[in-house]
């Protein structure tokens, strides 16, 4: 960072000789705070109907916001925030819910208090200061990393800040900003250890259906998650906040590429600790900005209802099925859900076909019946009801997502005998209606049939497909009544299994994975609106699954 003092959450390091006494005696009352020890607690407890209740009665925050903010070491009383909403250019409040090296008390954040200010109009910025970096520049004394135990530490840091953020009642989906003041460069085992305690800290965000920001100085965090921000493997977070205090309010920033975090996922505090007089109210604040909205959802991929992507996979040898939880990054082997067995099935797909918000599925027995499984709150299936007694005759059946626009989702299957695709409409009953032509033609000589949803984003769903002779993958984007002509996005050379899950890193882009056939590794292919990115592994494990849905 340049010659300036930098100040965050009662964490302030600054440049010799650049405090005047009166700062000083600031800055020593900001940072004096109780060390509060880390509460480990389960995931399922957040799940509690106490902590449920309390998250879904507010909207998660701070949303969707452009605009002004700022945020100081202790949450206003409540008058104040009052004052100030009334005179005040600010419309976001930065809250320091938690964390070992939080500075000053906050006897004012309450969760009555949270409620109280998001009814107002707040929006609030939730921010956390935990363990700091091996080798920071504070010279107080702080709980640090261990670097030996980063990724262990950040989960578990991810699990109390998780507890904190629901017992003040901010819900799922709010962005939980890790605070990580300056670190030294020259210490590459402490910038792999901020690295690992973030990406767990991350991924258990996820898992517990959170976002994850993160705060830090452009010269160390920020430059340093920059430099991973497309490792494979890496969980980066999903929006960033960072001080550069030169009062420009912009989230532009030289440091930080102009794809990196974009559209909507960049804070900036853009001038430091002073005092500011509002509706006859002192307060003492940092300024912000903050152009922010919340990730597109991903319902038809997301079988466990955290808002990430999900993979549904068969275990051949046994006909076990199982639900494999993705992150945004990657899938978690530890975390899979038995969600029934089809040993005797040659055909599985997932719609939500009775509209009720979980996920079903459809199986084609090697008889040819194909059956429809409800999804249950439980993450598994119900009674089958049967669809059609004999469907050997289609083959490459696909879930379309709604074709007809008509509200209900769709099947997608190829006639052996004259090589035309049909659209089987679903219709309310959990039922599927007259087929109709939506494709004339030879498609027998295709394969890998997946849905993709809206890929290019025009409004319809789409379809890709693999030519079996050559491996050519082709997107045949939909049109009314049918696709426009097919147009080679990739090559599938080697895969099987193509899978089109949603928008697995929620960048506003469809994705597909499939599996490497000589490795079994599970791949993804991020989709960019017209065409797919490299393969990037997201688990190794699956030359004995199959198919997936």
């Known amino acids: 960072m340049t010659e300036r003092l930098l100040v965050t959450a009662g964490m302030i390091w600054f440049p010799r000789g650049a405090l005047k006494s009166d700062e000083a005696g600031l800055m020593l009352r900001k940072l004096a705070a109780a060390a509060v020890m880390l509460a480990v607690v389960p995931l399922a407890l957040f799940n509690s109907n106490g902590d449920a209740d309390a998250a879904t009665a507010l909207a998660p925050q701070p949303g969707n916001f452009t605009g002004y903010g700022f945020d100081a070491c202790t949450a206003p009383a409540s008058a104040s925030m009052a004052a100030w909403l009334k005179s005040s250019p600010y419309r976001a409040a930065g809250i320091y819910f938690g964390g070992v090296n939080r500075g000053c008390t906050q006897k004012n954040l309450t969760a009555s208090w949270v409620r109280e200010q998001v ?101 160390s965090g920020i430059r340093d998650q920059v430099a991973v921000y497309t490792q494979p493997g890496y969980v980066r977070p999903d929006y960033v906040d960072f001080a550069r205090w030169d009062q420009v309010v912009t989230v532009a920033d030289t440091d930080i590429p102009a794809g990196y975090w974009q559209p909507k996922r960049r804070m900036k505090q853009y001038r430091g600790d002073h005092r500011e007089t509002w509706g006859g109210v002192t307060i003492n604040i940092d300024n912000d900005y903050l152009d922010v909205a919340r990730l597109p959802g991903n319902k038809l991929s997301d079988f466990n209802r955290n808002g990430w992507s999900d993979v549904l996979a068969r275990t051949s040898a046994t006909g076990n099925l199982y639900a494999y939880p993705g992150n945004g990054t ?86 052996s005998s004259n090589g035309n695709i049909y659209l089987y409409p679903g219709q309310k009953g959990t039922k599927f209606g007259k ?73 506003g882009y469809t994705d597909l994975v499939a599996v490497r056939s000589a490795t079994g590794d599970l791949m993804l292919f991020k989709g960019n609106g017209k065409t797919l990115s490299a393969g990037v592994r997201l688990a190794t494990g699956y030359k004995g699954r199959s198919p997936l849905f």
């Open 119 to 219: 009814t107002r109009g707040w929006r609030l910025i939730p921010l956390y200061v935990g363990p700091q970096a091996s080798c920071t520049t504070l010279t107080s004394k702080r709980v640090k990393i261990d670097n030996t135990k980063a990724a262990a530490q950040g989960r578990a840091t991810a699990d109390d800040a998780i507890r904190q953020a629901g017992a003040l009642g901010l819900s799922k989906e709010s962005i939980l900003i890790y605070d990580m003041e300056a670190y030294r460069t020259d210490d590459a085992a402490c910038r792999a250890g901020v690295l690992n305690f973030m990406s767990a800290w991350t991924a258990r965000l996820h898992d517990a259906g959170y976002f994850s920001g993160y705060y830090s100085s452009t010269s």
């Open 435 to 507: 087929r109709k032509v939506l494709a004339y033609g030879n498609w027998t000589t295709r394969s890998e049939f997946t849905g993709v949803g809206d890929f290019d984003r025009d409004g319809l769903p789409d379809l890709v497909m693999k030519v079996t002779s050559t491996g050519d993958l082709y997107l045949y984007r939909g049109r009314a009544g049918g696709f426009h002509p097919g147009v080679k996005i990739g090559s599938a050379k080697g895969l099987r299994d193509m899978l089109g899950v949603g928008d697995f890193d929620r960048d």
């Open 330 to 415: 990657v899938l978690t082997e530890s975390a899979r859900l038995k969600v029934g067995v089809h040993a005797s099935a040659n055909a599985l797909l997932r719609m939500d076909l009775n509209r009720d918000g979980y996920v079903d599925m459809i199986a084609r027995t090697k008889a040819g019946a194909v059956y429809f499984y409800p999804g249950l709150s439980s993450g598994k299936f119900g009674k089958r009801k049967q669809l059609y007694k004999n469907f050997k005759h289609m083959r490459e059946l696909t879930a379309i997502g709604d074709f007809n626009k008509d509200g209900y989702p769709d099947l997608l299957a190829v006639q």
